[in-house]
Each structure stands twice: as C-alpha cells, then as structure tokens.
C-alpha cells in the first residue's frame, strides 16, 4: 500500500519554463512534508518543506504548496535550470517523532536546453 | 562538518553469500535510518536506529538486520543474498529523528548480486 503516490515517472521541462512536480498522500496522519533532490551516483539531499499548517513555503527558485483537503502537494520550480535536471522524491511523516518518512518513487525531470 | 559517510560505495556479491555495510552518520546525530533503492519502488524503508535501539522497522524480510553501536555508527546485514537484492542502499542520520529538517543522506552503497 503505497502512501505517497508520484504518478509521474518522468517529466522534461524547456530551460526557463515552469517545473510543476505532484504527490498526492492517503495517510491523513501525515503533517510534514518534504521535497528531495536526487542526482545519480549520490545520496538524495533535502530541498524544502513544509508543515501542514501552511498552505505554501517557498525558497528561492523552488515553492512548494500544500493542499490538505486533496492530500495533494506540488513543487514548482521557476525558472528550470540545467542543473534541476534530477530525480525528486517526496516525502511525509507525521508529527509522531517515533514515525518515519515515507517517500514516493521519484520523478525523473529533464530540463531541455 | 562531515557528512555521512557509507562504506564501501560498490560491493559485487555471490547469491547465498551475506554482506555487510556501514554508516557513519554526522557527529552529534543519533538517528540513523536505512532504505533500499530500486529502480521503479523509490525509496523504501528498511529501518531506523536511535541510541542503539531499532526504533522503526519497514516490510523486509528477516534476512535484513541492522544494529547501532554507542558512537551512533550503525551496519547494516542482509544474509542469503538473493538476485532481487541489487539496488542502492542508502543511510541517512538525523539529530534525533524529530521532523524537522528531514534527513542528512550518505551517497549509498551499490551492491550487485550475481
């Protein structure tokens, strides 16, 4: 049973145009969400995350934006960049800090040049 | 500071034969947790090690064991390797598994069974 779903293997974006990444969740006890960047041969790194008080969070280029009722969240980059070009996963727990962090299969996003 | 470190990152191994692998998590992080990845299931959770406590454990056979030493530095062991054991395996550490900021991720170890 898969909790936090990434429908979207893949997703190729041109250089300077929006990246719209989705996960949908069917846990409703998870309150924290997160976004990981991976690039191959090395470990996933953390890039932004949000707790289910807020509705959106946003760092530099990337936002994140929550939807609780649609147990829906989305990362938006702006603009894509060459280097965006990576595996994201995203992840939830709950606030239980004996729980742990569930994550999606990835999506595999290729900025085109 | 150092981040985590994995040993060794690629490891080639004979179906039926046991490994080992090893985390040293960043000073000061007591939370150490273990995942597989394989292509098309993502990150799965093996699992989670505080102050050398299994805290957490995923949906992984018996042949997956791990443990966490006093220094926090933690091994993982997978007996009676089997093909569909290939994949990355990953450790991340955090302060104290607390939400917060997520996890600190090692590079992985590569293992291949053959």
């Known amino acids: 049973d898969q909790q936090v779903k990434q429908n979207s293997p893949s997703l190729s974006v041109q250089e300077g145009r929006i990246s719209i990444l989705n996960c949908d969740y069917t846990n409703s006890m998870f309150d924290y969400f997160l976004w990981y960047k991976k690039y191959p041969a090395e470990g996933p790194t953390f890039l932004i995350s949000i707790s289910s008080i807020k509705d959106k969070n946003e760092d530099g280029r990337f936002t994140v934006f929550l939807n609780k009722s649609a147990k829906h969240l989305s990362l938006h980059i702006v603009p894509s960049q060459p280097g965006d070009s990576a595996v994201y996963f995203c992840?939830?727990?709950?606030?239980?800090?004996?729980?742990?962090?569930?994550f999606g299969k990835g999506t595999r996003l290729h900025i085109l040049p | 500071k150092a981040g985590v470190t994995q040993t060794p990152r690629y490891l080639i191994k004979t179906r039926g034969q046991q490994v080992t692998l090893s985390c040293s998590p960043i000073?000061?992080?007591?939370?150490v947790s273990w995942y597989q990845q394989t292509p098309g299931q993502g990150l799965q959770f093996l699992f989670e090690y505080f102050s050398e406590t299994q805290r957490n454990k995923g949906n992984f056979p018996g042949r997956f064991s791990g443990r966490q030493f006093s220094n926090s530095r933690s091994e993982m062991n997978v007996s009676t390797l089997e093909l569909g054991d290939s994949a990355l395996y990953l450790c991340?550490?955090?302060?104290?598994?607390?939400?917060?900021?997520?996890?600190?991720f090692g590079s992985g170890t590569r293992l291949t069974v053959v």
């Open positions: 991340a550490s955090s302060l104290d598994g607390e939400t917060g900021y997520g996890y600190t």
């Open positions: 992840a939830a727990r709950s606030m239980n800090r004996d729980d742990k962090i569930i």
């Open positions: 000073s000061g992080h007591r939370s």
